[in-house]
């Protein structure tokens, strides 16, 4: 079975541009994380979906940064305009069921680069 | 409010030695689950082990064990006769009942010396 799936895998871009960041969770979970990883801050969660549906977005950093899950398949995160402290690792990852006790499931991650 | 404390940073040991990795959590909730992830160099996350707070008996997955304890809050991960590719950042994590939220320790980087 295809794990996460996550695009691109790298993105360079230039400040000011818009960014689009995509995820295809693991067919059947109902819950989907948006991660950011960077030296500093470590692992932060950004925004969580429970059955498409926004549950928690208390991680989104400013309003340059909104996330959508349009359907069970799919969902993107959105940073516009960017910013060079953006720059980071962005994780998404999905798992099944209520209550936080089964693992969340990661893709491989976009390394996103704002210059 | 959850925290996860991984108050080493980095460690480094010589290939065939026993290494542990500490990992503290603070938590008011009864129910809750503790995770560890390793992050290999390539940059995915991977699951390694999950124990529930009802069950403190220690397990043992080939080289990889784990040790918690409610009674000081850790749950300790073991590598025993290290080798090169255990070489990675490896994570603790909690999450507590019914929240779905994983809260992530800041990651102890730990290095294999061939």
């Known amino acids: 079975d295809a794990g996460v799936i996550q695009s691109p895998r790298h993105e360079v871009t230039e400040m000011g541009q818009e960014v689009t960041l995509r995820c295809k969770p693991i067919s059947g979970h109902d819950y989907l994380f948006w991660y950011r990883q960077t030296m500093m801050r470590g692992l932060e969660l950004l925004i969580y979906f429970n059955n498409n549906v926004p549950i928690d977005d208390s991680g989104m950093p400013e309003d340059r940064f909104s996330a959508k899950m349009p359907n069970a398949s799919f969902s993107t995160l959105k940073i516009q305009p960017s910013e060079p402290r953006d720059s980071a690792v962005y994780f998404c990852?999905?798992?099944f069921g209520r209550g936080g006790h089964n693992e969340q499931f990661f893709g491989p991650g976009t390394r996103l680069t704002v210059l | 409010a959850q925290k996860v404390t991984q108050a080493q940073t980095e460690i480094s040991v010589v290939e065939k030695e026993d290494v542990t990795l500490d990992c503290v959590y603070e938590t008011r909730d009864t129910t809750y689950y503790l995770f560890w992830y390793k992050q290999p160099p390539s940059g995915e996350l991977v699951f390694l082990i999950r124990?529930?707070?009802?069950?403190?008996q220690n397990e043992i997955s080939g080289r990889y064990s784990w040790n918690f304890q409610k009674s000081t809050s850790s749950f300790n991960f073991t590598i025993t006769a290290s080798q090169v590719v255990d070489s990675a950042v490896y994570f603790c994590a909690l999450s507590a009942w019914p929240g779905n939220q994983f809260y992530f320790g800041t990651g102890t980087s730990l290095t294999v010396i061939p």
């Open positions: 124990r529930n707070s009802f069950d403190e």
């Open positions: 990852a999905s798992s």
